[in-house]
């Protein structure tokens, strides 16, 4: 179905005002999250907590694990982000001086959320070039797989990148048409974009892709598959085709989408219209997510195999 009609006086209404929580109408929340009692409407922590020297060991050990699968398959942007911000020196980072650091390098910094927070504080807060990391640490029982973002997937995944100003800049914009995405009810079709660039995006480099999208950066698994494996495909990034297409939250993508450059991704998504976009978008996904059609420009078309033989559940193999 295609979106035409004429937007109500209300979702025209653009603020450039990021001071500020956006106020939203009540109707384009599905799912509203029960906020703790002691976060605050900005759904921050009032402290980073404080880490055991167990909580310090699973992060080395985690981080360990890594640093053995992603040197040669992460990109040099996050790799030169771990080093700069000596994420590796040692137990969980502090906030602080984690903050202090990238604040001086892109102007951003990292707060401590107590678990996923809605989407109009979490944009409201890139918006603003903050990063909201979760205060918490998964335990030896999650080691390989937690669903919830914790503050291994958090600082290690992500916050490297915000080193390199054109990624910084992007995560900005990005939380700026957050909102845009919430007045046109298409929430869904960014957060595609999201989740195939800033979580399971690949980069060219040395006419070969590398890894930036910290759901894959923060798993050894994927690491590999994301690469390597034959099953899924790897497809150039097109933005119209990407918020279209569906994705997986809790097993290993069949598709993943490559960007030429962060120049590229910034000139695709924030100097474009969106309006007319979102005008343009059905309310639900048009692709599956192992789709590959005509106007894709395909680097590596997959097998599914490991899908098709029933992925996480069924123990198959990620080849
Ligand atoms: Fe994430």
Same mark, same amino acid.
């Given at each position: 179905m295609t979106q035409t009609a004429e937007l109500p006086p209300e979702a025209r209404h653009e603020t450039e005002d990021f001071a500020t929580l956006p106020e939203i109408?009540? *109707? @384009?929340?599905?799912a509203p999250l029960k906020r703790p009692a002691h976060v605050g409407e900005d759904w921050l922590e009032p402290a980073q907590t404080r880490y055991t020297s167990q909580d310090d060991a699973i992060w080395d050990d985690l981080f360990a694990r890594q640093m053995n699968v992603l040197p040669g398959r992460a990109c040099s942007a996050m790799l030169d982000g771990l080093e700069k911000l000596d994420?590796?020196?040692?137990g969980v980072p502090d906030f602080g001086r984690l903050s202090e650091e990238l604040g001086a390098l892109t102007g951003w910094s990292v707060v401590p959320v107590p678990? /996923?927070?809605?989407d109009h504080v979490f944009f409201w807060h890139l918006a603003n070039r903050r990063f909201p990391a979760g205060n918490f640490i998964r335990t030896r029982e999650t080691f390989d797989y937690i669903q919830e973002p914790d503050v291994f997937h958090d @600082?290690?995944?992500? @916050? %490297?990148? /915000?080193? *390199?100003p054109t990624f910084a800049d992007y995560m900005q914009e990005y939380g700026r048409a957050g909102w845009k995405a919430m007045r046109y009810n298409r929430l869904k079709a960014l957060g595609a974009l999201y989740w195939y660039t800033v979580e399971f995006g690949l980069i060219m480099e040395n006419d070969a892709p590398r890894i930036f999208g910290a759901g894959i950066l923060s798993g050894p698994t994927e690491a590999i598959f994301a690469l390597e494996a034959q099953s899924p495909n790897r497809i150039m990034l097109n933005v119209d085709r990407v918020m279209r297409t569906d994705y997986v939250?809790? *097993? /290993?993508?069949?598709t993943y989408f490559v960007i030429e450059s962060f120049e590229y991704l910034y000139r695709q998504t924030v100097e474009r219209d969106f309006d007319r976009l979102y005008r343009s978008?059905? %309310?639900?996904?048009?692709?599956?997510?192992s789709a590959v059609i005509d106007v894709d420009n395909v680097l590596h078309r997959g097998t599914q195999e490991y899908h098709l033989r029933g992925g996480r559940g069924s123990g198959a193999r990620p080849v």
């Open positions: 109408s009540r *109707d @384009v929340f599905t994420l590796g020196k040692g678990m /996923l927070i809605p @600082v290690f995944g992500h @916050v %490297p990148l /915000l080193t *390199d939250i809790d *097993d /290993l993508q069949p978008l059905g %309310p639900s996904f048009t692709y599956a997510n």
